[in-house]
């Protein structure tokens, strides 16, 4: 853990230290650097929460990957309603609409090219066997 936290400051101060434009938003790169953090802290809880439970109960790896990923869906696809209504800043989203996220935009974007519903598909498996790994190595 504490050699994580070290790659993380450095990659953090290297990021304000030698920035190649300093005319960058310092406050820009701390948020995101915190958000990084705090994604790091909440996977930590989750896999920590995950063993507590597959080491009580006994759970099928499998099982608890696919509610695991049922339950990550479902809560996405409700949390994809108030997003589409979120503008933001161009600096913030790439999107042309401003929007924090817009999944009729993304669906127009994969129907128009395949290269993208390729790597969609590829990251879906590749997530699928990478949790499935760790649950059953955690079990």
């Given at each position: 853990m504490s050699i994580v936290t070290a790659g993380l400051v450095v990659v953090g101060v290297s990021d304000i230290v030698f920035d190649d434009r300093p005319t960058d938003d310092t406050n820009g790169i701390i948020t995101?650097?915190?958000l990084i953090?705090?994604?790091?802290?909440?996977?930590?809880?989750?896999?920590v929460?995950?063993?507590?439970?597959?080491?009580?109960?006994?759970?099928?790896?499998l099982?608890?990957?696919?509610?695991?990923?049922?339950?990550?869906?479902?809560?996405?696809?409700?949390?994809?309603?108030?997003?589409?209504?979120i503008h933001v800043p161009s600096t913030f989203s790439t999107n042309p609409y401003g929007r924090l996220e817009d999944i009729f935009f993304a669906f127009k974007e994969i129907g128009d090219n395949p290269t993208i519903l390729a790597a969609l598909a590829l990251t879906i498996v590749s997530i699928a066997f990478f949790n499935f790994a760790?649950?059953?190595?955690?079990?």
């Open positions: 995101g650097n915190l953090i705090m994604a790091q802290i909440i996977v930590a809880i989750q896999m929460t995950e063993q507590k439970y597959l080491t009580q109960y006994d759970v099928p790896a099982l608890a990957v696919g509610l695991e990923g049922l339950f990550g869906m479902i809560i996405l696809s409700f949390l994809l309603i108030p997003m589409y209504y760790g649950v059953t190595v955690t079990k």
